[in-house]
């Protein structure tokens, strides 16, 4: 049992938690002290093993993210203007990290949107693989992003906290996607909207 820093056993208290980690760490030429365990809450349930269905997190975070854009009609180049996000992650426990997971997931996404796309020639081969031909975001492709972190503490998550990650991605694509129909009219149904689609998409309904 660790508390106030203290380590106890069955047969009463150990010693001071960063002596004793200390000592161990030496006594093993160095290497680092790894403790393992899980925690299931009680909320989690699999329903059927085979689909997984059933309610498989403790908690969901939310998240609302809309994009301001220009749309060259002459050339179909879509260029951000500004981003906004909003996301319930519960308490959140490093406000800094936290951004900085919104900022990269929305930074990577904005390449799953505009420019990234694996092309293949008919054997199967991968013809545009290096950075010249298949382009990614760089800092001045990603506008600045406004994020305001909202915090419901959840009852189930530690210390009240929800998941990040993986979540900052999912509703980029479709905020640009439907700030780009707010702006032209047109919607795009094909990632990534490349100039040359949306200039085709433009043609074809203006």
């Given at each position: 049992?660790?508390?106030?820093?203290?380590?106890?056993?069955?047969?009463?208290?150990?010693g001071?938690?960063?002596?004793?980690?200390?000592?161990a760490?030496?006594?093993?030429?160095?290497?680092?002290?790894?403790?393992?365990?899980?925690?299931?809450?009680?909320?989690?349930?699999?329903?059927?093993?085979?689909?997984?269905?059933?309610?498989?997190?403790?908690?969901?975070?939310?998240?609302?993210?809309?994009?301001?854009?220009?749309?060259?009609?002459?050339t179909?180049?879509?260029?951000?203007?500004?981003?906004?996000?909003?996301?319930?992650?519960?308490?959140?426990?490093?406000?800094?990290?936290?951004?900085?997971?919104?900022?990269?997931?929305?930074?990577?996404?904005?390449?799953?949107?505009?420019?990234?796309?694996?092309?293949?020639?008919?054997?199967?081969?991968?013809?545009?693989?290096?950075?010249?031909?298949?382009?990614?975001?760089?800092a001045?492709?990603?506008?600045?992003?406004?994020?305001?972190?909202?915090?419901?503490?959840?009852?189930?998550?530690?210390?009240?906290?929800?998941?990040?990650?993986?979540?900052?991605?999912?509703?980029?694509?479709?905020?640009?996607?439907?700030?780009?129909?707010?702006?032209?009219?047109?919607?795009?149904?094909?990632?990534?909207?490349?100039?040359?689609?949306?200039?085709?998409?433009?043609?074809?309904?203006?």
């Amino acid at each position: 049992v660790i508390k106030d820093g203290k380590i106890s056993g069955p047969a009463g208290e150990v010693g001071e938690f960063n002596e004793l980690a200390t000592q161990a760490c030496y006594q093993r030429g160095g290497s680092v002290i790894v403790g393992k365990g899980n925690f299931v809450p009680h909320n989690v349930r699999i329903a059927d093993k085979n689909t997984t269905y059933g309610n498989i997190s403790p908690s969901y975070c939310f998240e609302c993210q809309v994009a301001e854009v220009e749309v060259d009609l002459e050339t179909g180049a879509v260029s951000l203007v500004n981003f906004y996000a909003s996301h319930d992650l519960g308490k959140v426990i490093n406000p800094n990290c936290a951004e900085g997971v919104l900022e990269g997931g929305i930074g990577n996404s904005v390449g799953f949107a505009l420019t990234e796309e694996s092309k293949w020639d008919q054997e199967g081969r991968m013809i545009n693989a290096d950075f010249k031909d298949y382009r990614l975001p760089t800092a001045l492709d990603v506008p600045k992003i406004k994020i305001d972190l909202i915090e419901p503490v959840d009852p189930i998550g530690p210390f009240g906290a929800k998941s990040i990650a993986e979540a900052a991605t999912v509703p980029t694509a479709a905020a640009i996607a439907n700030a780009i129909y707010n702006a032209t009219g047109v919607r795009p149904t094909q990632l990534p909207i490349t100039p040359e689609r949306m200039l085709k998409i433009i043609e074809k309904n203006c």
